[in-house]
């Protein structure tokens, strides 16, 4: 598992590079499962491709999640 912090882009998923599908949520800054999506799927090979190159250029911009978490934990907790 890896971490990307503040993306606010279209949510995605990809299955066996055949089928993919996005949620578009009505606010793009940020997702929330309170707020309307519309969700759309596709096996358009080319649509999937995009999705694996989008997918592969962010996971090689993330750090690990592990490290992001023990960064999150000398922290502490944010001051309110």
Not at 31 to 60: H, I, K, Q, R
């Amino acid at each position: 598992m890896r971490h990307y912090d503040q993306y606010c882009g279209v949510y995605f998923s990809v299955m066996d590079r055949k089928y993919g599908g996005t949620t578009i949520n009505a606010n793009i800054k940020r997702m929330s499962l309170d707020g309307p999506a519309s969700g759309f799927m596709t096996d358009d090979a080319t649509y999937v491709n995009s999705l694996v190159s989008t997918f592969e250029l962010l996971w090689e911009q993330a750090v690990p999640a592990a490290e992001r978490i023990k960064e999150l934990l000398k922290e502490g907790p944010p001051d309110v």
